[in-house]
């Protein structure tokens, strides 16, 4: 199914949890956030139902996200379900990576089909800073776990925040021996103040692509790394997977690097997605708060009450985020 604008509407994002066992400075405030009740989230059966439903209207890959979505018990059971939905084609995660090692082999097994690991440093200290209370070793091990179980692409998201400095090219050399995709993401301006008390952000925060690019060549080639090179949309070594990166290469080299530019050159043209919150409210676009919910049709209406929402979903989609700054949810709370 399109919608009004023509695009391809397939792939549903959903939160499974508002809950996570980090505090990232660009995700969360420092205190957290107020914490849905028990009944305000959705059962994993009602997500279920969302799914088959949303099969006939053109979905066909899933990814399930947070808040960090391992601290839900039985994920792995939801997993499992979901990929047994006549319609669906894939269904993958995004995770920090500090519970990977308990339960990367059973998720694989389940029909879990990539991840992407949530990292933004290298740096210990750097860190500890950003996620507030992370050890880069379990995060690491994640890494590890996921490697070890047989996904593949093994995607790591960074986040990228001018006032942090990462080291990007320490990044790019994951990618040399290893068949790890990098994608570096600019810092969106997400949340009900946009700000933290470590990284403010604003306009001069985000390191447009073509600076970014610049930097990451110079860094690689003064680490001995070779000078990356773009990829054709259509290469074969670029990652399967259903997101808007543009993908680069170091020669020789097993992995990608990829730039995600929602905010310095957005792809809202081609936007594919809706996302599901924890507590039931489809979300149209992740700059908007514009939500249609369905938890109160999933509980008390039918099944025609819970296809004419999501008929309005895709009828109501913007064209475009607009640039807009600020919203009145956290990332943590719409699972990014």
């Given at each position: 199914?399109?919608?009004?604008?023509?695009?391809?509407?397939?792939?549903?994002?959903?939160?499974?949890?508002?809950?996570c066992?980090?505090?990232?400075?660009?995700?969360?405030?420092?205190?957290?956030?107020?914490?849905?009740?028990?009944?305000?989230?959705?059962?994993?059966?009602?997500?279920?139902?969302?799914?088959?439903?949303?099969?006939?209207?053109?979905?066909?890959?899933?990814?399930?996200?947070?808040?960090?979505?391992?601290?839900?018990?039985?994920?792995?059971?939801?997993?499992?379900?979901?990929?047994?939905?006549?319609?669906?084609?894939?269904?993958?995660?995004?995770?920090?990576?500090?519970?990977?090692?308990t339960?990367?082999?059973?998720?694989?097994?389940?029909?879990?089909?990539?991840?992407?690991?949530?990292?933004?440093?290298?740096?210990d200290?750097?860190?500890?800073?950003?996620?507030?209370?992370g050890?880069?070793?379990?995060?690491?091990s994640?890494?590890?776990?996921a490697?070890?179980?047989?996904?593949?692409?093994?995607?790591?998201?960074?986040?990228?925040?001018?006032?942090?400095?990462?080291?990007?090219?320490?990044?790019?050399?994951?990618?040399?021996d290893?068949?790890?995709?990098?994608?570096f993401?600019?810092?969106?301006?997400?949340?009900?103040?946009?700000?933290?008390?470590?990284?403010?952000?604003?306009?001069?925060?985000?390191?447009?692509?073509?600076?970014?690019?610049?930097?990451?060549?110079?860094?690689?080639?003064?680490?001995?790394?070779?000078?990356?090179?773009?990829?054709?949309?259509?290469?074969?070594?670029?990652?399967?997977?259903?997101?808007?990166?543009r993908?680069?290469?170091?020669?020789?080299?097993?992995?990608?690097?990829?730039?995600?530019?929602?905010?310095?050159?957005?792809?809202?043209?081609?936007?594919?997605?809706?996302?599901?919150?924890?507590?039931?409210?489809?979300?149209?676009?992740?700059?908007?708060?514009?939500?249609?919910?369905?938890?109160?049709?999933?509980?008390?209406?039918?099944?025609?009450?819970?296809?004419?929402?999501?008929?309005?979903?895709?009828?109501?989609?913007?064209?475009?985020?607009?640039?807009?700054?600020?919203?009145?949810?956290?990332?943590?709370?719409?699972?990014?």
């Amino acid at each position: 199914m399109k919608d009004t604008f023509g695009r391809d509407i397939d792939y549903l994002r959903i939160s499974l949890t508002d809950r996570c066992n980090l505090r990232c400075v660009y995700c969360m405030p420092e205190e957290g956030v107020e914490q849905r009740s028990h009944d305000e989230i959705l059962s994993f059966e009602e997500i279920e139902r969302v799914v088959r439903m949303s099969t006939k209207f053109g979905i066909r890959h899933l990814r399930f996200t947070g808040g960090e979505p391992l601290v839900r018990k039985g994920m792995t059971d939801l997993v499992r379900a979901c990929q047994q939905i006549e319609g669906i084609e894939d269904v993958a995660l995004t995770t920090n990576g500090i519970l990977l090692p308990t339960f990367a082999e059973e998720l694989k097994e389940a029909g879990l089909s990539r991840v992407n690991i949530s990292l933004d440093t290298l740096d210990d200290e750097v860190y500890r800073t950003m996620t507030r209370c992370g050890n880069l070793d379990e995060a690491l091990s994640g890494v590890e776990a996921a490697l070890e179980a047989g996904f593949d692409p093994v995607k790591l998201n960074t986040v990228v925040i001018r006032s942090m400095d990462q080291d990007l090219a320490a990044f790019a050399a994951l990618t040399k021996d290893r068949p790890l995709h990098v994608r570096f993401i600019e810092y969106m301006p997400l949340g009900s103040s946009c700000s933290t008390e470590i990284a403010r952000w604003n306009a001069d925060e985000v390191i447009p692509l073509p600076e970014l690019i610049d930097s990451l060549t110079a860094a690689c080639e003064a680490a001995g790394l070779g000078t990356p090179y773009p990829l054709e949309e259509a290469d074969a070594q670029a990652p399967e997977g259903w997101g808007p990166a543009r993908y680069w290469k170091l020669p020789d080299s097993q992995g990608t690097i990829g730039f995600i530019t929602s905010v310095s050159d957005h792809f809202c043209d081609s936007c594919n997605r809706l996302r599901l919150t924890a507590d039931g409210k489809l979300r149209l676009c992740l700059f908007s708060d514009q939500e249609i919910d369905l938890r109160d049709a999933l509980r008390h209406g039918t099944n025609e009450d819970l296809e004419k929402l999501f008929a309005q979903a895709l009828a109501q989609k913007p064209e475009s985020h607009e640039f807009r700054t600020g919203t009145r949810r956290e990332m943590v709370q719409v699972g990014g």
